[in-house]
């Protein structure tokens, strides 16, 4: 069973610092993932998968180049509207988690939708509070208790908030 590694990160900025980080310490990019709101538009919009990094470049354009191109490093970036909270941009597993059925209209929003991919209640309520406030979920899937450690390191340094970690069913299973 892996684990994932969890923190907040308070802007794009240091969302990029992070991600950086995770990649120079080996992560790969299938277990990284990002989701924060998109500021760049006040319309909902459909959700759109994207598989591959180009698109780290027009994303940029929304959030700054640096964070575009360490981004757009993640696979499936891409954007995606959570009905009844708005719309999000979502990077790694967790996109194909969100865009699937966990973000039904059943689900409870935001927080059903990080339930449904192995976040406790409890965090997934306070996480909620925080995205929605412009803040990134910044999450690690480990194998290890080194790379467990190694991530939460990561995250220490870069003075992340809320930092925990979970037991997790594989996001494939989601």
Known sequence: ??????????????????????????????????????KSTTQDFAHEAHTKA?????IGGTIGLGAGAVLGWLAGIGS???????????????????????????????????IGVGIPEF??????????GGN??????TASSDAQKNAKAIFEQAHAEDISSTEEASVDDV
């Open 123 to 132: 965090e997934a309520k306070r996480y909620e509070g925080k995205i929605t």
């Open 54 to 58: 180009p698109e780290g470049t027009a």
């Open 1 to 38: 069973m892996t684990k994932a590694v969890f923190c907040i990160a308070q802007s794009i900025d240091q969302t990029e610092i992070i991600v950086s980080h995770l990649k120079i310490a080996g992560f790969s990019n299938n277990d990284i993932s990002v989701l924060f709101p998109d």
């Open 136 to 141: 990134a979920l910044i999450s690690v899937h």
């Open 80 to 114: 995606l509207a959570i009905p009844g909270i708005g719309p999000f941009i979502a990077a790694g597993p967790i996109m194909g988690a969100l865009s699937g059925a966990a973000v039904g209209a059943a689900t409870g929003g935001l927080t059903g939708a990080l």
